[in-house]
């Protein structure tokens, strides 16, 4: 039985890469804001992850986001990456980083442009195999979603 | 016959999958277990040498189909010492033999009056069913809390003349722990109620025996024990049975139709509707069967040293916790746990790569789980085939995961 | 692909069988179809290497059983032609797939002002169910005569404003006559009445396209095309199902449950409580796999040219009578009939000494079978792997059984 | 293909004997009592086996049976050896006869002294080779028990 594999296994290291692991132990943007202009609770009831999301918009800039919850690792760096990634964003920058994050976790081929635009966040990447988990990786996105494109 | 855990193991072809490039140890029994070469083999052989629709058959095939099928209620019988074989029910699954038994018996036998009592640890199955028999007929659906343990004064200051129904689960799926029947069946009797027993994690596991126990109704599913998918069992007294009116409808269930009126079959068949799982049915024969010949006693013994060494385990690793350590009384092979700090979805996916298969969330007891403060746990659970070596890889893997993470 | 029946019977290993030391005639298909090696193997493939609880797990096996029981799904959406699999809704068989309409639709959406239009030919699965909604609901049950055919007047007649269903075989198991759906449902619509279609017989043997039909329901059993035992499927348009309240109540069907309450699942598992027939499903996919890649077209013409040969041969024959000889509309590959003086159980065991398999009895369709003056026939049903030779084979031996018995 | 093998098949000699075949063909004590003290309807809705059983009955001795009906070799013959066996014979010996039947179809062993009871009902010893015929040859004796021990 050879244990030590464990911070040998590629998959694992992919899935769980250095800046999720800090995102995780070291969430962004958790604070909650005073007087939010939208709000979104969210969460998964089978595995029991839960975020809130809170939004100031002014002119179509996000000023100011908070990120919190509780839940797996690959939820809750998704969020606070999510969070670090659209402060001071415009919406429609926003929208568009939306639609790149799940293209990437949907495997379909995006370019070096989109990899720019969404910067950390590629870390998710090795989220791709380990089917299940991808969920928990868009939770804090599609409420996201939600909240921007309903107003 | 001498319980030999490296023979057993012989029997079940799946163990020699390698999972991430490491040998399977599937640690999740307690959602479904793995099947023995003879169970395998006894469906293919089946379709490859027997295969015909049941009953109303002339012909060879149908002749042995139909013998094969029947003879699976005689072993199901035995398996659970009922003293006749009518009283065997084949349903898809142990949550349709609730679902029968909720809306041919209880639905016709509660009233608002009425009240049923279940404990706060049953799974879903066994509890938002009896929460629609409450919604519809407006009884009364009380909660035995089991979390420190049976109390027989509390289960006695909730039972009363208007208790028509007491449905506990045998073995939790969440806390292992094994409500004593036994004691609730005495009382039961004396206001008059009615016993159901959610055999889903008891009959696979230990010996069940429907007569001594004097269980009215006894649900399970053929998957959790050593059986296919799509099979379960409703056993149930005669005499409730006689007077319960069919739960579905079609070929099978009736003796005789007009264009206006239909005469129902006899029991089991009443409550048999269409073409049932012949091959599911058959197979789940063979699985008692090989149950029985390593015997009921000697399956709970094994699993039983195993979890009690895994206990010990777990109570020396930091961080984490057993949900319900604290009831020392009967338990079975389920070990439920959190982490301090990780979640138990990460813990899953970081076993799996070990090929540790264990099982992570709410495990179908949501209520329960929550009363725990938690939304989700990871669960190992055992079976014959579990050896200490395999308790003692999770273990490691988990202290692993620990330095992963953390 | 070209329709070979030689290759075809070489994927279904039942046919090496020997039957009372004859190779065996298998001409019971309208009670259950053989399985080809594809499917039985892909059982035992689950069971040796896949084998776990689906949905919930992180770990690779149930990883794995669940995408393979998904994908099953959207192979049985393709046979049919639904546009999203979410309509697919897993039942034991046609007949809980009926029971389940009736409890979860008609039961809430039918009145005494309502009525319901069936044939005189349903299966007893499309015609006890319905009779139950009547006696539940005071709705009326009418019954449109099709021994001589569809006719239009005739259901014109019938159907109303009050008429909130017709539920109508595709192919009678009995007359093998092919309902014209596409007569129905413009009529139907007109009149605002879901249509119900049993396919149990019509979608393992013709190309059923669900959307071209505009079908509201769809019923059918996987034994009857290949698959396993313990399977079935309903198909509904998905706004019929979102509006449905559950079937049954337990694990997997709920999204969260409190000590109070629950809240369903999302379509389809709303309707699936309860651990599935995981490879009863995942073998179903394989069997749908499996007609498709023959195609359904090529299907219906090989057993219409056999039932066409066998039809002529039948007229040649003295003292055997065809039932329903006098439709001559389309029909499928099923041929009841009796003999002037022969019981048809007589026939039936007579014939199963050659190795010959028919069925004999009131073919779950009692009141049509007495409405033919009869109580019992025999029945002849083929499928893909029967041949003209076969055909030969039985009507000399019911040549020799009247010799021998009359 | 070789269907001259029928006539030869033992089996279904055996369960088909001509004693079986000639009471199937020529049906005994068929025309109904006039005033019959007993009378029962029975049938087999599965396959349609029908038998009307009527009896008169003076002193503890059968003194008129009639049995009729429709429906399967087995059935039919089976209801006409039990006519002609019970015709004169005592209650007693009836319910001794019956008891014998069943065993037989049980394919328990019978003594030489319980065949020469039964007599040519011996001939329904064939059926039991295809179990699903057993209920057929059965029909008429389970009936003909309900009417004898019922008073
Ligand atoms: C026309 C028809 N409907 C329904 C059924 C019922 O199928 P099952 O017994 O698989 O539920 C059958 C099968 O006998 C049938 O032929
Ligand atoms: C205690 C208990 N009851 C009922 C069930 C339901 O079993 P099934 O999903 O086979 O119907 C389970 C299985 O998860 C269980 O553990």
Chains 1, 4 share one sequence.
Request: hydrophobic content about 40%; charged content about 25%.
């Amino acid at each position: 039985m050879n244990m030590s594999g464990l911070s040998g296994s590629d998959d694992l290291n992919g899935m769980y890469e250095d800046i999720i692991l800090d995102h995780y132990r070291n969430p962004r943007n958790t604070s909650s804001l005073s007087k939010p202009d939208l709000e979104l609770d969210v969460n998964n009831p089978f595995c029991g992850d839960e975020l809130k999301i809170q939004l100031n918009i002014k002119d179509d800039t996000i000023t100011g986001v908070s990120v919190s919850g509780q839940g797996c690792a690959i939820s809750q760096s998704s969020g606070s990456l999510l969070a670090e990634r659209i402060q001071d964003s415009s919406t429609d920058t926003v929208i568009h980083v939306i639609e790149k994050v799940r293209k990437m976790m949907k495997d379909e081929p995006i370019s070096d442009d989109d990899l720019d635009l969404i910067g950390d966040i590629e870390a998710l990447q090795g989220v791709k195999k380990f089917p299940v988990r991808i969920k928990c990786a868009l939770l804090g996105w599609s409420a996201l979603e939600d909240l921007i494109k309903k107003p | 016959m001498q319980f030999d855990v490296e023979e057993i193991r012989k029997d079940f072809p799946i163990l020699n999958r390698k999972v991430n490039g490491k040998d399977l140890v599937y640690l999740d029994n307690a959602a479904t277990s793995q099947k023995p070469k003879e169970v395998i083999d006894s469906i293919r052989d089946y379709y490859m040498n027997h295969n015909a629709n049941v009953h109303r058959g002339v012909h060879l095939l149908s002749v042995e189909a139909t013998d094969a099928y029947e003879n699976a209620r005689i072993q199901i019988s035995d398996l659970i010492n009922c003293p006749n074989s009518n009283s065997i029910i084949w349903t898809r699954n142990a949550t349709e033999s609730l679902n029968l038994v909720a809306s041919s018996w209880a639905l016709d036998n509660l009233t608002k009056e009425s009240n049923i009592i279940i404990t706060n640890a049953e799974h879903h199955s066994n509890l938002v069913t009896w929460q629609q028999v409450s919604e519809k007929t407006g009884c009364d659906l009380r909660y035995l809390n089991i979390s420190d343990g049976f109390d027989l004064s509390d289960f006695e200051n909730l039972i009363d003349e208007k208790t028509k129904l007491v449905a506990v689960t045998h073995m939790s799926n969440v806390l292992g722990y094994v409500v004593p029947i036994e004691e609730i069946v005495p009382l039961a009797r004396k206001y008059d109620a009615r016993v159901l027993v959610d055999g889903a994690q008891s009959v696979p596991h230990m010996p069940v025996d429907v007569l001594a126990l004097d269980i009215d109704f006894l649900v399970f599913s053929a998957h959790k024990m050593l059986g296919p998918t799509g099979i379960g069992v409703l056993y149930a007294k005669l005499d409730l049975l006689e007077d319960m009116n069919p739960y579905m409808f079609g070929g099978d269930m009736i003796l005789e139709v007009t264009y206006e009126d239909a005469k129902w079959n006899r029991l089991p068949y009443k409550f048999e509707a269409g073409t049932p799982n012949i091959s599911g049915a058959i197979s789940t024969g063979v699985a008692a069967n090989y149950l029985m010949k390593i015997g009921m006693e000697n399956v709970w013994e094994h699993e039983n040293s195993i979890t009690k060494y895994a206990l010990e385990k777990f109570r020396e690793l930091n961080n984490f916790n057993v949900i319900g350590d604290n009831v020392t009384q009967r338990r079975g092979g389920v070990i439920s746990f959190t982490h301090n700090k990780i979640h138990p979805h990460d813990i899953g996916t970081i076993l799996d790569k070990q090929g540790i298969a264990i099982r992570t969330g709410h495990h179908c007891a949501m209520p329960l789980i929550r009363s725990y403060g938690v939304v989700a746990a990871a669960r190992a659970s055992f079976y014959i085939y579990n050896t200490l070596q395999e308790v003692d890889q999770l273990v490691e893997a988990l202290q692993d995961a620990e330095d992963f993470m953390v």
